[in-house]
């Protein structure tokens, strides 16, 4: 007589979805960096950038309408400008609009003085993100550095290192199809024009203008609250600042308005703040040197500043 054998039913165990970030970094190694969607800032741009980033993220969320026309979304811009205005950060910005990492290769990460060493690290980033089979936004900064014109080379070891790596950057260009790729470059008119052409979108990021310093000023200024009129008053005196030096300038402010008064030292001259905070805070070389910086009078034109500030919420 066979006896019946009660059995108990097997539990399936359910291998934790991987966190593609992990993943990414696991697949690259030492070849990128992996940003986070929510790591991400949002930019300050002038209405045309903005316009043009819009447009791409609308062309991307209606992908099955342009196949109807018989078009693609774009997937990969070149981003140009004056350093320190944002191209990072507008990248980021794009992909966490899009929920994708964003994975930044800076020339360090490909430029090697071995001969033959810099096409294979371009080649290895590359083999890295299809193996990873993550969509990311893949952010190529200071491009320059593997992009340059061929034209004006001599032909030296030097050069044919560079010449390599960007034969092989052309190729999996071509090839890339996990994603959205943007590269950034300071100066534009040395990209190689074969390189210029592999990009569906050539985006120029200026230096801000009066509206974009008034906001970011704001922005970097808080936790204290700064009147309109001093903000405007402060916008006009940054002309010819970069989004970078204006946050370098205002988080030395907010450091300045905390650490004097622990040494002793008073806080109620916006002239004397401001002035100690331009002696160590100066725009790079390549660039032109912005009226607050090259022009005594505008920093003592800040006299006229409600001051000192007050932190939001301290207000009576």
């Known amino acids: 007589m066979r006896r019946e054998q009660h059995m108990q039913p097997t539990r399936i165990q359910r291998k934790p979805a ?3 970030i992990e993943r990414l970094k696991a697949c690259l190694g030492k070849t990128a960096d ?22 791409w993220m609308a062309e991307i969320r209606a992908a099955e309408e342009l196949k109807s026309v018989g078009v693609k979304p774009r997937t990969n811009a070149l981003l140009f400008g ?5 191209k990072t950060t507008l990248a980021h910005h794009f992909a966490a609009r899009l929920g994708l990492p964003m994975v930044v290769v800076g020339s ?3 430029i090697a003085g071995i001969l033959g060493a810099s096409g294979q690290n371009v080649a290895k980033l590359f083999d890295g993100l299809a193996a990873a089979e993550t969509p990311v936004v893949l952010f190529m900064d200071e491009v320059e550095a593997v992009g340059a ?12 290192e560079k010449n390599s790596a960007l034969t092989v950057l052309l190729r999996k260009m071509e090839e890339f199809n996990v994603g959205y790729f943007m590269a950034a470059t300071n100066l534009p008119d040395g990209i190689d024009p074969a390189f210029w052409r592999r990009f569906n979108m050539q985006i120029g990021i200026a230096l801000p203008g009066f509206q974009e310093r008034f906001a970011i000023i704001k922005r970097y200024g808080m936790p204290f609250a700064f009147d309109d009129d001093d903000l405007d008053l402060l916008a006009e005196a940054t002309d010819g600042a970069s989004p970078a030096l ?11 308005l905390v650490v ?8 109620d001259d916006p002239c004397t703040i401001f002035a100690s905070v331009l002696s160590a805070t100066m725009p790079p070389p390549e660039m032109e040197v912005p009226k607050l910086w090259r022009n005594a009078d505008t920093v003592k034109g800040l006299s006229a500043m409600s001051w000192p500030p007050q932190r939001m919420g301290d207000q009576a």
């Open 260 to 267: 004097r008064p622990r040494m002793n030292l008073p806080i």
């Open 108 to 110: 360090e990460h490909l």
């Open 34 to 55: 992996v940003r986070s969607p929510k790591d991400a800032e949002e930019p300050i741009l002038d209405a045309s950038v903005r316009a043009s980033l819009f447009q």
């Open 246 to 256: 204006l946050r370098e300038l205002m988080e030395g402010v907010k450091r300045t």
């Open 149 to 160: 014109s061929r034209s004006g080379r001599t032909g030296g070891q030097c050069d044919d």
């Open 18 to 20: 991987e966190d593609p």
């Open 82 to 86: 004056p350093p320190g205005c944002g």
